[in-house]
Protein backbone atom coordinates (compact mmCIF):
# COMPACT_ATOMS: atom_id res chain seq x y z
CA UNK A 1 0.00 0.00 0.00
CA UNK A 2 1.19 2.84 -0.60
CA UNK A 3 0.71 6.29 2.07
CA UNK A 4 1.12 9.69 1.08
CA UNK A 5 4.39 11.56 2.76
CA UNK A 6 2.16 14.29 4.75
CA UNK A 7 4.22 17.67 5.15
CA UNK A 8 2.24 20.31 7.42
CA UNK A 9 3.06 23.68 6.14
CA UNK A 10 0.30 26.84 5.39
CA UNK A 11 -1.50 24.49 2.70
CA UNK A 12 -2.38 22.30 6.00
CA UNK A 13 -5.15 23.84 7.98
CA UNK A 14 -5.55 20.66 10.51
CA UNK A 15 -5.79 21.21 14.03
CA UNK A 16 -2.91 19.03 15.76
CA UNK A 17 -2.40 17.91 19.19
CA UNK A 18 -3.55 14.64 19.69
CA UNK A 19 -5.95 14.12 22.78
CA UNK A 20 -6.46 18.32 23.34
CA UNK A 21 -9.84 19.86 23.73
CA UNK A 22 -8.77 23.46 24.07
CA UNK A 23 -5.20 24.39 22.73
CA UNK A 24 -4.47 23.21 19.17
CA UNK A 25 -1.78 24.16 16.86
CA UNK A 26 -1.88 25.67 13.02
CA UNK A 27 0.88 26.24 11.20
CA UNK A 28 -0.66 29.58 9.53
CA UNK A 29 0.17 31.58 6.17
CA UNK A 30 -0.80 34.64 7.32
CA UNK A 31 0.63 34.59 10.43
CA UNK A 32 4.03 32.96 9.07
CA UNK A 33 4.41 30.40 11.28
CA UNK A 34 2.97 28.49 14.59
CA UNK A 35 -0.34 29.66 15.31
CA UNK A 36 -0.98 28.21 18.98
CA UNK A 37 -5.20 28.49 19.06
CA UNK A 38 -7.35 28.65 22.17
CA UNK A 39 -10.85 27.01 21.22
CA UNK A 40 -13.45 27.94 23.81
CA UNK A 41 -16.47 26.27 22.17
CA UNK A 42 -15.47 22.92 21.93
CA UNK A 43 -19.10 22.14 21.84
CA UNK A 44 -19.24 24.26 18.50
CA UNK A 45 -21.70 26.88 20.24
CA UNK A 46 -21.88 29.97 18.03
CA UNK A 47 -24.01 33.33 17.82
CA UNK A 48 -23.71 33.32 13.81
CA UNK A 49 -24.25 30.80 11.68
CA UNK A 50 -22.20 31.85 8.83
CA UNK A 51 -22.71 30.54 5.31
CA UNK A 52 -19.22 30.27 4.82
CA UNK A 53 -17.97 28.80 8.08
CA UNK A 54 -15.71 25.47 8.48
CA UNK A 55 -16.58 24.64 11.44
CA UNK A 56 -18.45 20.55 11.41
CA UNK A 57 -21.96 20.97 12.72
CA UNK A 58 -23.26 17.77 11.67
CA UNK A 59 -24.36 17.42 15.34
CA UNK A 60 -26.37 19.98 17.43
CA UNK A 61 -24.25 22.58 18.92
CA UNK A 62 -23.88 22.55 22.78
CA UNK A 63 -22.83 25.50 25.05
CA UNK A 64 -20.62 23.59 27.41
CA UNK A 65 -18.39 25.01 30.01
CA UNK A 66 -14.39 25.18 29.74
CA UNK A 67 -12.16 23.57 32.14
CA UNK A 68 -10.09 25.93 32.83
CA UNK A 69 -7.36 24.02 34.71
CA UNK A 70 -7.44 21.61 31.32
CA UNK A 71 -6.93 24.65 29.34
CA UNK A 72 -4.00 25.68 31.59
CA UNK A 73 -2.33 22.46 31.47
CA UNK A 74 -2.55 21.63 27.55
CA UNK A 75 -1.43 25.43 27.35
CA UNK A 76 1.33 24.99 29.35
CA UNK A 77 2.25 21.54 27.99
CA UNK A 78 2.79 22.80 24.10
CA UNK A 79 4.55 26.06 25.12
CA UNK A 80 6.71 23.56 27.25
CA UNK A 81 7.18 21.56 23.78
CA UNK A 82 7.92 24.52 22.00
CA UNK A 83 10.28 26.13 24.47
CA UNK A 84 12.19 22.56 24.44
CA UNK A 85 12.23 22.58 20.66
CA UNK A 86 10.70 19.56 20.94
CA UNK A 87 7.44 19.94 19.19
CA UNK A 88 9.81 19.89 15.62
CA UNK A 89 10.84 16.37 16.18
CA UNK A 90 7.33 14.94 16.54
CA UNK A 91 5.41 14.27 13.73
CA UNK A 92 3.48 15.85 11.76
CA UNK A 93 5.86 19.43 12.98
CA UNK A 94 8.92 17.86 11.92
CA UNK A 95 7.96 18.08 8.33
CA UNK A 96 7.29 21.66 8.71
CA UNK A 97 10.04 24.23 7.35
CA UNK A 98 12.75 25.75 8.80
CA UNK A 99 11.71 29.37 8.64
CA UNK A 100 8.20 28.53 9.72
CA UNK A 101 9.20 27.13 12.96
CA UNK A 102 8.49 30.00 15.17
CA UNK A 103 5.50 31.30 17.52
CA UNK A 104 3.57 33.20 14.74
CA UNK A 105 0.58 34.31 17.50
CA UNK A 106 -1.48 33.15 20.44
CA UNK A 107 -5.43 33.23 19.29
CA UNK A 108 -8.60 32.71 20.65
CA UNK A 109 -10.68 31.48 17.99
CA UNK A 110 -11.81 27.58 16.73
CA UNK A 111 -14.93 26.58 16.92
CA UNK A 112 -17.39 29.11 17.94
CA UNK A 113 -17.42 32.92 19.39
CA UNK A 114 -15.15 33.27 22.25
CA UNK A 115 -16.87 37.00 23.47
CA UNK A 116 -20.09 34.95 24.82
CA UNK A 117 -18.28 32.74 26.80
CA UNK A 118 -18.31 33.58 30.50
CA UNK A 119 -14.65 32.07 30.87
CA UNK A 120 -13.01 34.20 28.40
CA UNK A 121 -12.04 36.94 31.03
CA UNK A 122 -10.25 34.24 33.01
CA UNK A 123 -8.90 32.55 30.18
CA UNK A 124 -7.56 35.61 28.84
CA UNK A 125 -5.68 36.16 32.22
CA UNK A 126 -4.41 32.08 32.52
CA UNK A 127 -3.02 33.10 28.88
CA UNK A 128 -1.35 36.36 29.89
CA UNK A 129 0.31 34.67 32.31
CA UNK A 130 1.55 31.33 30.45
CA UNK A 131 2.84 33.72 27.59
CA UNK A 132 4.96 35.79 30.36
CA UNK A 133 6.40 32.83 32.41
CA UNK A 134 7.83 31.36 28.48
CA UNK A 135 9.26 34.54 28.15
CA UNK A 136 6.94 35.26 25.01
CA UNK A 137 5.94 38.39 25.68
CA UNK A 138 6.84 39.55 21.74
CA UNK A 139 4.26 37.15 20.54
CA UNK A 140 0.69 39.13 19.66
CA UNK A 141 -2.37 37.84 21.47
CA UNK A 142 -5.54 37.79 19.48
CA UNK A 143 -8.79 37.72 19.99
CA UNK A 144 -10.80 36.66 16.94
CA UNK A 145 -14.58 37.78 17.31
CA UNK A 146 -17.60 38.82 15.90
CA UNK A 147 -18.16 40.48 18.69
CA UNK A 148 -21.34 39.57 19.77
CA UNK A 149 -20.57 39.23 23.87
CA UNK A 150 -19.05 42.13 24.69
CA UNK A 151 -21.41 44.25 25.95
CA UNK A 152 -22.35 42.22 28.94
CA UNK A 153 -20.38 42.22 32.08
CA UNK A 154 -18.08 39.08 31.88
CA UNK A 155 -17.70 40.89 27.91
CA UNK A 156 -16.40 43.92 29.26
CA UNK A 157 -14.19 42.43 31.71
CA UNK A 158 -12.29 40.05 29.05
CA UNK A 159 -12.15 43.04 26.85
CA UNK A 160 -10.36 45.25 29.40
CA UNK A 161 -7.86 42.37 30.28
CA UNK A 162 -7.21 41.55 26.87
CA UNK A 163 -6.56 45.31 26.17
CA UNK A 164 -4.04 45.33 29.15
CA UNK A 165 -2.30 42.33 27.81
CA UNK A 166 -1.79 44.47 24.54
CA UNK A 167 -3.58 42.40 22.95
CA UNK A 168 -5.13 42.82 18.89
CA UNK A 169 -9.11 42.17 18.58
CA UNK A 170 -9.65 41.13 15.09
CA UNK A 171 -13.36 41.69 14.57
CA UNK A 172 -15.54 40.32 12.12
CA UNK A 173 -17.84 42.53 9.56
CA UNK A 174 -19.07 41.54 6.45
CA UNK A 175 -21.78 43.65 6.26
CA UNK A 176 -23.50 47.11 6.18
CA UNK A 177 -27.40 46.24 5.91
CA UNK A 178 -29.52 44.00 8.00
CA UNK A 179 -30.21 42.10 4.52
CA UNK A 180 -26.81 41.17 3.92
CA UNK A 181 -25.90 40.47 7.49
CA UNK A 182 -28.58 38.17 7.19
CA UNK A 183 -27.97 36.49 4.47
CA UNK A 184 -24.39 35.75 5.34
CA UNK A 185 -23.92 35.43 8.95
CA UNK A 186 -27.48 34.31 9.92
CA UNK A 187 -27.91 35.05 13.46
CA UNK A 188 -30.32 36.37 15.73
CA UNK A 189 -28.23 39.00 17.34
CA UNK A 190 -29.09 42.23 15.85
CA UNK A 191 -26.44 44.08 13.50
CA UNK A 192 -27.04 47.01 15.13
CA UNK A 193 -25.72 45.20 18.44
CA UNK A 194 -22.57 44.66 16.55
CA UNK A 195 -22.10 47.81 15.22
CA UNK A 196 -22.66 49.21 19.25
CA UNK A 197 -19.74 46.47 20.51
CA UNK A 198 -17.52 47.29 17.51
CA UNK A 199 -17.58 50.99 18.75
CA UNK A 200 -16.98 50.16 22.08
CA UNK A 201 -13.89 47.99 21.56
CA UNK A 202 -12.82 50.40 19.03
CA UNK A 203 -12.57 53.49 21.33
CA UNK A 204 -10.46 51.21 23.91
CA UNK A 205 -7.99 50.15 21.47
CA UNK A 206 -7.34 50.27 17.61
CA UNK A 207 -9.03 47.02 16.08
CA UNK A 208 -8.55 45.11 13.02
CA UNK A 209 -11.61 44.39 11.13
CA UNK A 210 -11.91 41.48 9.16
CA UNK A 211 -14.76 41.11 6.33
CA UNK A 212 -15.64 38.03 4.39
CA UNK A 213 -17.05 38.61 0.81
CA UNK A 214 -18.20 35.67 -1.13
CA UNK A 215 -20.52 35.00 -4.03
CA UNK A 216 -23.82 33.22 -3.01
CA UNK A 217 -25.64 31.52 -5.40
CA UNK A 218 -23.48 32.74 -8.23
CA UNK A 219 -24.27 36.43 -6.70
CA UNK A 220 -22.01 38.69 -5.54
CA UNK A 221 -22.34 41.62 -2.61
CA UNK A 222 -24.24 44.44 -4.60
CA UNK A 223 -22.78 47.75 -5.15
CA UNK A 224 -25.37 49.43 -2.93
CA UNK A 225 -24.32 46.84 -0.11
CA UNK A 226 -20.45 47.01 0.00
CA UNK A 227 -21.14 50.88 -0.03
CA UNK A 228 -23.51 50.49 3.11
CA UNK A 229 -20.86 48.22 4.99
CA UNK A 230 -17.89 51.25 3.68
CA UNK A 231 -20.04 53.95 5.40
CA UNK A 232 -20.73 51.80 8.59
CA UNK A 233 -16.86 51.71 9.21
CA UNK A 234 -17.02 55.13 8.32
CA UNK A 235 -19.36 55.95 11.10
CA UNK A 236 -17.02 53.89 13.56
CA UNK A 237 -13.66 55.81 12.61
CA UNK A 238 -16.08 59.36 13.07
CA UNK A 239 -17.61 58.59 16.15
CA UNK A 240 -14.33 58.04 17.71
CA UNK A 241 -13.44 54.08 16.96
CA UNK A 242 -10.18 52.89 15.83
CA UNK A 243 -9.34 51.12 12.86
CA UNK A 244 -5.91 49.64 12.58
CA UNK A 245 -6.60 48.01 9.24
CA UNK A 246 -9.81 46.04 7.63
CA UNK A 247 -8.70 42.55 6.08
CA UNK A 248 -10.83 41.85 2.72
CA UNK A 249 -10.74 38.13 2.85
CA UNK A 250 -12.79 35.55 0.93
CA UNK A 251 -12.93 31.95 1.05
CA UNK A 252 -10.52 30.10 1.32
CA UNK A 253 -11.51 26.24 2.40
CA UNK A 254 -14.90 24.71 2.42
CA UNK A 255 -17.61 26.24 3.60
CA UNK A 256 -20.74 24.89 5.45
CA UNK A 257 -23.10 26.16 2.59
CA UNK A 258 -21.86 25.01 -0.99
CA UNK A 259 -23.41 27.89 -2.37
CA UNK A 260 -20.66 30.11 -0.68
CA UNK A 261 -18.12 30.81 -3.46
CA UNK A 262 -14.34 32.79 -3.38
CA UNK A 263 -14.70 35.92 -4.59
CA UNK A 264 -12.41 36.99 -6.95
CA UNK A 265 -9.17 39.11 -6.84
CA UNK A 266 -9.92 41.76 -8.85
CA UNK A 267 -13.60 42.25 -6.51
CA UNK A 268 -12.00 42.18 -3.39
CA UNK A 269 -9.21 45.16 -4.42
CA UNK A 270 -12.20 46.98 -5.88
CA UNK A 271 -13.46 46.48 -2.44
CA UNK A 272 -10.38 47.71 -0.60
CA UNK A 273 -9.79 50.29 -2.81
CA UNK A 274 -13.07 52.16 -1.97
CA UNK A 275 -11.59 52.13 1.89
CA UNK A 276 -8.42 53.40 0.32
CA UNK A 277 -10.76 56.43 -0.75
CA UNK A 278 -11.57 57.45 2.68
CA UNK A 279 -8.20 56.96 4.00
CA UNK A 280 -8.43 53.36 5.65
CA UNK A 281 -5.90 51.15 5.65
CA UNK A 282 -7.09 47.94 3.73
CA UNK A 283 -5.17 44.59 3.12
CA UNK A 284 -6.73 41.96 0.67
CA UNK A 285 -6.44 38.24 1.18
CA UNK A 286 -8.07 36.09 -1.88
CA UNK A 287 -8.96 32.33 -1.68
CA UNK A 288 -10.03 30.68 -4.46
CA UNK A 289 -12.85 27.92 -2.91
CA UNK A 290 -15.39 27.14 -5.97
CA UNK A 291 -13.66 29.19 -8.38
CA UNK A 292 -11.90 27.96 -11.36
CA UNK A 293 -11.64 24.24 -12.61
CA UNK A 294 -8.34 23.40 -13.09
CA UNK A 295 -7.40 21.20 -15.95
CA UNK A 296 -3.16 19.62 -15.89
CA UNK A 297 -1.85 17.76 -18.54
CA UNK A 298 0.70 15.43 -17.00
CA UNK A 299 3.58 12.65 -18.86
CA UNK A 300 4.34 12.16 -22.48
CA UNK A 301 2.67 11.49 -25.63
CA UNK A 302 2.77 8.05 -26.88
CA UNK A 303 2.09 8.06 -30.88
CA UNK A 304 2.54 4.15 -31.81
CA UNK A 305 4.72 3.11 -34.33
CA UNK A 306 3.16 -0.19 -35.20
CA UNK A 307 0.36 -2.20 -32.32
CA UNK A 308 2.91 -3.43 -29.76
CA UNK A 309 5.39 -0.01 -29.91
CA UNK A 310 5.69 3.44 -30.06
CA UNK A 311 7.48 6.49 -29.73
CA UNK A 312 7.42 8.92 -26.28
CA UNK A 313 9.12 11.67 -24.59
CA UNK A 314 11.16 11.73 -21.65
CA UNK A 315 8.77 13.00 -19.20
CA UNK A 316 7.22 11.16 -15.56
CA UNK A 317 4.52 13.13 -15.08
CA UNK A 318 5.95 14.43 -11.86
CA UNK A 319 6.13 18.04 -12.30
CA UNK A 320 2.11 18.14 -13.74
CA UNK A 321 0.85 15.63 -11.03
CA UNK A 322 2.91 17.55 -8.58
CA UNK A 323 0.88 20.74 -9.55
CA UNK A 324 -2.26 19.07 -9.21
CA UNK A 325 -2.17 17.34 -5.65
CA UNK A 326 -0.85 21.06 -5.17
CA UNK A 327 -3.96 23.05 -6.78
CA UNK A 328 -6.62 20.14 -5.62
CA UNK A 329 -7.42 21.99 -1.84
CA UNK A 330 -8.70 24.52 -3.58
CA UNK A 331 -9.57 23.69 -7.22
CA UNK A 332 -11.62 21.19 -8.81
CA UNK A 333 -8.62 19.71 -10.71
CA UNK A 334 -8.84 17.37 -13.59
CA UNK A 335 -5.56 15.26 -14.88
CA UNK A 336 -4.88 14.53 -18.43
CA UNK A 337 -1.68 11.23 -17.80
CA UNK A 338 0.26 9.10 -19.60
CA UNK A 339 0.40 5.67 -18.11
CA UNK A 340 3.22 6.33 -16.15
CA UNK A 341 2.00 9.67 -14.07
CA UNK A 342 -1.20 7.92 -13.63
CA UNK A 343 0.42 5.66 -11.05
CA UNK A 344 2.05 8.85 -9.49
CA UNK A 345 -1.59 10.78 -9.37
CA UNK A 346 -2.80 7.29 -7.65
CA UNK A 347 -0.42 7.39 -5.35
CA UNK A 348 -0.72 11.62 -4.77
CA UNK A 349 -4.15 11.05 -4.31
CA UNK A 350 -5.50 13.41 -7.24
CA UNK A 351 -9.28 12.47 -7.68
CA UNK A 352 -10.10 13.26 -11.03
CA UNK A 353 -7.74 11.73 -13.95
CA UNK A 354 -8.18 10.54 -17.47
CA UNK A 355 -5.64 8.64 -19.51
CA UNK A 356 -3.98 9.79 -22.38
CA UNK A 357 -2.09 8.02 -25.28
CA UNK A 358 -1.18 10.14 -28.55
CA UNK A 359 -0.89 13.72 -29.50
CA UNK A 360 -3.42 13.53 -31.48
CA UNK A 361 -5.53 11.50 -27.90
CA UNK A 362 -4.62 14.03 -25.80
CA UNK A 363 -5.25 17.42 -27.88
CA UNK A 364 -8.96 15.70 -28.49
CA UNK A 365 -9.12 15.47 -24.53
CA UNK A 366 -8.04 18.91 -23.61
CA UNK A 367 -10.27 20.21 -26.44
CA UNK A 368 -12.95 18.66 -24.78
CA UNK A 369 -12.45 20.24 -21.81
CA UNK A 370 -11.25 23.56 -22.30
CA UNK A 371 -14.67 24.19 -24.14
CA UNK A 372 -16.82 22.67 -21.44
CA UNK A 373 -14.77 25.32 -19.51
CA UNK A 374 -13.96 28.32 -21.30
CA UNK A 375 -13.49 30.17 -17.69
CA UNK A 376 -11.09 27.59 -16.96
CA UNK A 377 -7.45 27.43 -15.77
CA UNK A 378 -5.09 24.96 -18.03
CA UNK A 379 -2.07 24.05 -16.61
CA UNK A 380 -0.17 22.24 -19.84
CA UNK A 381 2.69 20.32 -18.23
CA UNK A 382 2.62 17.29 -20.71
CA UNK A 383 5.47 16.77 -22.92
CA UNK A 384 3.60 16.51 -26.31
CA UNK A 385 5.85 14.42 -29.07
CA UNK A 386 5.70 17.10 -31.96
CA UNK A 387 6.73 14.13 -34.71
CA UNK A 388 4.88 11.20 -34.89
CA UNK A 389 5.21 7.74 -37.59
CA UNK A 390 2.66 6.76 -39.64
CA UNK A 391 1.48 3.75 -37.54
CA UNK A 392 2.07 0.20 -39.33
CA UNK A 393 -1.14 -2.27 -38.76
CA UNK A 394 -0.77 -4.76 -36.57
CA UNK A 395 2.49 -5.64 -34.93
CA UNK A 396 5.80 -5.34 -37.17
CA UNK A 397 7.73 -8.71 -36.86
CA UNK A 398 10.88 -9.15 -35.04
CA UNK A 399 14.07 -9.85 -36.56
CA UNK A 400 14.33 -7.24 -39.48
CA UNK A 401 17.76 -5.94 -40.29
CA UNK A 402 16.89 -2.97 -40.40
CA UNK A 403 13.64 -0.79 -39.78
CA UNK A 404 13.13 2.91 -40.80
CA UNK A 405 10.99 4.97 -39.61
CA UNK A 406 10.10 8.62 -41.51
CA UNK A 407 8.22 10.79 -38.74
CA UNK A 408 5.76 13.67 -39.72
CA UNK A 409 5.02 16.63 -37.12
CA UNK A 410 2.15 16.48 -34.74
CA UNK A 411 -0.27 19.42 -34.84
CA UNK A 412 0.66 22.41 -32.36
CA UNK A 413 -1.87 21.60 -29.19
CA UNK A 414 -0.28 25.00 -27.43
CA UNK A 415 -1.43 26.87 -29.99
CA UNK A 416 -4.61 26.04 -30.22
CA UNK A 417 -6.00 25.73 -26.33
CA UNK A 418 -6.41 29.72 -26.68
CA UNK A 419 -8.85 29.38 -29.54
CA UNK A 420 -11.06 26.46 -27.85
CA UNK A 421 -11.21 28.31 -24.65
CA UNK A 422 -11.28 32.49 -25.69
CA UNK A 423 -10.28 35.39 -23.65
CA UNK A 424 -11.54 34.05 -20.11
CA UNK A 425 -9.03 31.32 -20.27
CA UNK A 426 -5.97 31.04 -18.19
CA UNK A 427 -3.51 29.18 -19.70
CA UNK A 428 -0.38 28.33 -18.33
CA UNK A 429 2.55 26.46 -20.24
CA UNK A 430 6.00 25.49 -20.36
CA UNK A 431 9.05 25.63 -22.28
CA UNK A 432 12.50 23.65 -22.06
CA UNK A 433 15.12 25.49 -24.18
CA UNK A 434 18.34 23.93 -25.84
CA UNK A 435 21.07 23.16 -23.40
CA UNK A 436 23.37 26.30 -24.41
CA UNK A 437 20.41 28.95 -24.12
CA UNK A 438 21.26 31.95 -21.87
CA UNK A 439 19.59 33.89 -19.48
CA UNK A 440 18.25 36.57 -21.55
CA UNK A 441 17.44 34.28 -24.63
CA UNK A 442 15.53 31.94 -22.46
CA UNK A 443 13.01 35.21 -21.46
CA UNK A 444 12.86 36.30 -24.72
CA UNK A 445 11.96 32.44 -26.09
CA UNK A 446 9.46 32.01 -23.78
CA UNK A 447 8.07 35.44 -24.49
CA UNK A 448 7.63 34.32 -27.75
CA UNK A 449 5.69 31.95 -26.29
CA UNK A 450 3.01 33.50 -24.52
CA UNK A 451 2.79 35.58 -27.66
CA UNK A 452 2.22 33.21 -29.70
CA UNK A 453 -0.29 30.65 -27.93
CA UNK A 454 -2.09 33.44 -25.70
CA UNK A 455 -0.15 31.73 -22.84
CA UNK A 456 -0.68 33.96 -19.55
CA UNK A 457 2.43 32.54 -17.99
CA UNK A 458 5.61 30.50 -19.26
CA UNK A 459 7.18 28.25 -16.83
CA UNK A 460 10.40 28.25 -18.92
CA UNK A 461 14.39 26.49 -18.54
CA UNK A 462 16.83 25.15 -20.17
CA UNK A 463 17.56 21.27 -20.66
CA UNK A 464 19.92 19.94 -18.54
CA UNK A 465 19.51 21.47 -15.62
CA UNK A 466 15.81 21.49 -15.53
CA UNK A 467 16.20 21.22 -11.53
CA UNK A 468 17.72 24.87 -11.01
CA UNK A 469 17.17 28.17 -12.24
CA UNK A 470 13.27 28.65 -13.65
CA UNK A 471 11.84 31.97 -15.04
CA UNK A 472 8.21 32.51 -14.78
CA UNK A 473 7.98 34.58 -17.64
CA UNK A 474 4.66 36.35 -18.70
CA UNK A 475 3.71 39.31 -21.74
CA UNK A 476 5.17 42.26 -19.59
CA UNK A 477 7.22 40.37 -16.46
CA UNK A 478 9.40 37.91 -15.64
CA UNK A 479 10.61 36.34 -12.51
CA UNK A 480 13.71 33.96 -11.62
CA UNK A 481 13.70 30.82 -9.33
CA UNK A 482 17.03 29.23 -8.45
CA UNK A 483 15.05 26.38 -7.28
CA UNK A 484 12.28 24.20 -9.49
CA UNK A 485 10.59 23.65 -6.29
CA UNK A 486 10.18 27.37 -5.22
CA UNK A 487 9.07 27.95 -8.91
CA UNK A 488 6.38 25.55 -8.65
CA UNK A 489 5.12 27.20 -5.79
CA UNK A 490 5.37 30.76 -6.84
CA UNK A 491 3.40 29.09 -10.09
CA UNK A 492 0.58 27.87 -7.50
CA UNK A 493 0.32 30.86 -5.57
CA UNK A 494 0.15 33.18 -8.82
CA UNK A 495 -2.06 36.02 -8.68
CA UNK A 496 -3.25 35.06 -12.14
CA UNK A 497 -4.96 32.05 -10.57
CA UNK A 498 -6.83 33.85 -8.06
CA UNK A 499 -10.13 35.96 -9.89
S1 LIG B 1 -18.58 33.53 13.72
FE1 LIG B 1 -16.90 32.17 13.17
S2 LIG B 1 -17.34 30.23 14.21
FE2 LIG B 1 -19.21 31.44 14.25
S3 LIG B 1 -20.35 30.72 12.48
FE3 LIG B 1 -19.19 32.54 11.84
S4 LIG B 1 -17.27 31.70 11.01
FE4 LIG B 1 -18.24 30.06 12.20
Redesign the pocket.
Known amino acids: MTTKARVLDFRDHRRELGQNRYVYAVVSRRAQGLSIGLNLNPGRD ?5 R ?2 Q ?1 ERSAPPQAVPVLLDRLGSELEALLGLVGSGKLWQHPPFDTVRDELRRVADIAFAG ?3 PSTSPQLAAAVAMVGLARARHRLEGVPLRLLS ?1 GSGFHTPTGRLALARFHALGGELWF ?1 LDAGTPQAYQRI ?1 CSTVPLERILDNLMLASRQRPVVVQSLFSELHGQAPTAAEIHAWVQRLLQVVQSGGRVREVQVTTVARAPRDPACRALGRTRLEAIAAQLRGHGLAASVHPGRWGRRPVLVTAGATRNPIDSMRCITANSSGGTGVALAQALQPDHAVHLLASPQAQLRATAAGIESTELFESTDDLMARMERWVRANPRGIVVHAAAVGDYAPRASAGKVSSGKASWELSLGPTPKILDQVRAWGGPDLVLVSFKAAAPDTGDQALVAIAREQAQRTGSDLVFANVLGRLGERVALVTASTHAWYQQRGDALQALIEHTLLDD
Open positions: CSFLCYCVDGENKN
